[in-house]
């Protein structure tokens, strides 16, 4: 017997209660379903309970469903078991409908709400798991500051009923090793991508540096994915941000609130940003030493007078093609750190002869001064600046493409810096060889002398140099000279500089054997040669260089140098083999396989090889394996066409010593030689 329903009954219950009452008196009945149900050892229905209808129902079948009601005609049936399948359908898709609810989620709860949850959980693992959960979760991650996750340490944690479990992974857990530097190229730089290592960075401590190079062309970088670094980084000290133009002074302001131990800024091609985030780092970043602006249309003066007032420990400072810096922003950033401000570089500025002579005035720290493209700034500049007497400290001046710098600027800079020790010029068509001479005469401790399309400095101007300069002077580089030619007569006494040690003479098309001669005559003590692209030299004007040489030379650059032949390089084996540590023959089409055996009978301590677009073999290949006493660490075969794939078993024994190994356009050898070589010689760097 079925129990007593009281009170209301359920509606699928009530439903199929109905559906079951409809049958003819000898337990058959048909629904309006077309199928037909025998039901077997079932009682009567009658009224259980304490009277009244067992279920509720239409009104029409109430006389179906009540005490004493007596079955009706058939007819009548049939159509009450429509009405009561139709509703069954409705219960059915009632149900379907209640189990397609959404069940109860996190993702429900406000962002305050799961801010507080996430801040609370555990350890850089889990953090990093629940960054993994969607973006929204991440966002939120990446939003909490490392003082948030602190606090949240002591807050008491709920029960965990994995303890156990939990406990014992965390034992084998290394410690996590801190991030130190990390760097975003290209496409790979997006917000999502930096809030996902600040989520990381964040477990370990935080980031120390950040380089953002570029970005992604549809999601790039903006101000919140760097803010999101920032929370999580309170101890940045060095941030660089390459051609990111979604990023404004909000992220800066970030920055300056959330770091202010930062020491290093670095900003390029970052067109939304003004004076206003300079002032913001200004205020709240007094610790930076280096700042670096390029082409950054929105700063101005302003900024950088708020940095000079604020950041009094700034050491360096590189301002680069900013078209609204002028005279009042480099010389309020000089005057206010003339204490600790020891490199300028200055480069494709609106600045004047004011600025250059507030920086011979102001800069008693300067050290290294850089100075590019600075149309405006006359010879008075560069003559006031010298003459201003604070450049005593300056060690190293770099000056490209300035008109102002002429023969009267360079003799007042020699004179005026008496520390000056490094001086490199580029495309600076004034200076001319009267000004070299009146540069060497008071130049007391130079050493390195850089001269690069300075067209009217010529060979005698050279020599007048070599000839008055100091002891000290250690190294000469002229590139793209077109002065420096032979000379007709060579002068009655020639100088004997003996501290020079490194030479560069480098695509001087008018250079010949007879200028090469008299180099080698005067420079007794040379170590290191660099003459690539020197097309004209041959055996003749080599060889007295070679023979001159008394220290050794350690450094050879013949690169281009396509009239050498074997008969130089063995000569300059011969005489410098135990000395000779790079030797560079690229592009040299006359040397051959003659040359790699002198090389392995003569070198004991070569260690770079350059043999690329030569005419040696696999026969010479084998010569230089066969020599045991070679430890090359780096050798280039590149384009050497008679280099076959007879060589791979060759190169394969060169031995432990081969780091770098060059098979560049090398068509003869196979890409499967090349990959059984890697096999072989599997801690060396393979190019081909």
Known sequence: ????????????????????????????????FGGRWRFRDMPAFCAYGDGGCLVSAPAELSGLFCRGGAVQQRKRALVAASAVAAAAAECVRA??????????????????????????????????????????????????????????????????????????????????????ERVLEGKEATDVRLAAMAVVAGSRGGLEKLAVRGCHPTRGVTDQGLSAVVRGSPNLSSLALW?????????????????????????????????????????????????????????????????????????????????????????SLVCSATASLAKIRLQGLNITDASLAVIGYYGKAVTDLTLTRLATVGERGFWVMANASGLQNLRCMSVTSCPGITDLALSSIAKFCPSLKQLYLRKCGHVSDAGLTAFTESAKVFENLQLEECNRVTLVGILSFLRNCSQKFRALSLVKCMGIKDICSAPAQLPL???????????????????????????PQLEQVDLSGLGEVTDSGLLPLIQSSEAGLIKVDFS???NITDG????????????????????????????????????????????????????????????RHLKLRVLSLSGCSNVTQKSVPYLGNLGQSLEGLNLQFCNMIGNHNVASLEKKLWWCDILA
């Not at 329903?5 to 048909?30: E, K, M, Q």
């Not at 390029?294 to 000079?308: D, K, P, Q, T, Y």
């Not at 003996?498 to 001669?517: E, M, N, V, W, Y």
């Open 560 to 562: 281009g140098c396509k």
């Open 243 to 331: 051609d990111v133009p979604l990023v404004t002074d909000v992220a800066l302001a970030e920055v300056a609130a959330g770091c202010p131990s930062l020491e290093r800024l670095d900003i390029s091609r970052c067109l939304l940003i003004t004076d206003k985030g300079l002032i913001a780092i200004a205020q709240g970043c007094p610790n930076l030493v280096s700042l670096t602006i390029e082409a950054c249309s929105g700063v101005g003066n302003e900024g950088l007078r708020a940095i000079g007032r604020c950041c009094t420990k700034l050491q360096a400072v590189n301002i680069k093609n900013c078209a609204n810096v002028g005279d009042q922003g480099i010389s």
């Open 497 to 523: 500089c003996r501290s020079l040690r490194f030479l560069t003479i480098k695509d001087c098309p008018g250079f010949t054997d007879a200028s090469l001669a008299v180099v080698g005559m005067i420079c």
């Open 95 to 180: 149900a379907k409908k209640q189990r397609q609810l959404p069940l109860p989620s996190l993702d429900a709860l406000p962002d305050e709400c799961l801010f507080e949850i996430l801040r609370r959980v555990p350890g850089g693992r889990g953090r990093g798991a629940s960054a993994c959960v969607s973006r929204r979760w991440l966002a939120l991650l990446g939003s909490i500051r490392a003082s948030e996750v602190a606090q949240a340490a002591d807050t008491p944690a709920l029960p965990d009923l994995n303890e156990e479990f939990v406990m014992e992974e965390d034992e084998d857990e290394t410690p996590a090793v801190p991030c130190v």
């Open 568 to 627: 130089a390089v063995s000569s300059l084996v011969k005489a410098h083999g135990t000395s000779l540590k790079k030797v560079s023959l690229e592009g040299c089409s006359k040397i051959t396989d003659v040359s790699l055996f002198a090389i392995s009978e003569s070198c004991t301590e070569l260690a770079e090889l350059d043999l690329s677009n030569c005419m040696v073999s696999d026969y010479g290949v084998a010569i230089l394996s066969s020599a």
């Open 1 to 32: 017997m079925l129990p007593a329903l009281t009170g209301a009954p359920d509606p699928a219950v009530a439903v199929l209660l109905s559906v079951l009452l409809v049958f003819d008196s000898s337990g058959r009945g048909r629904g309006s």
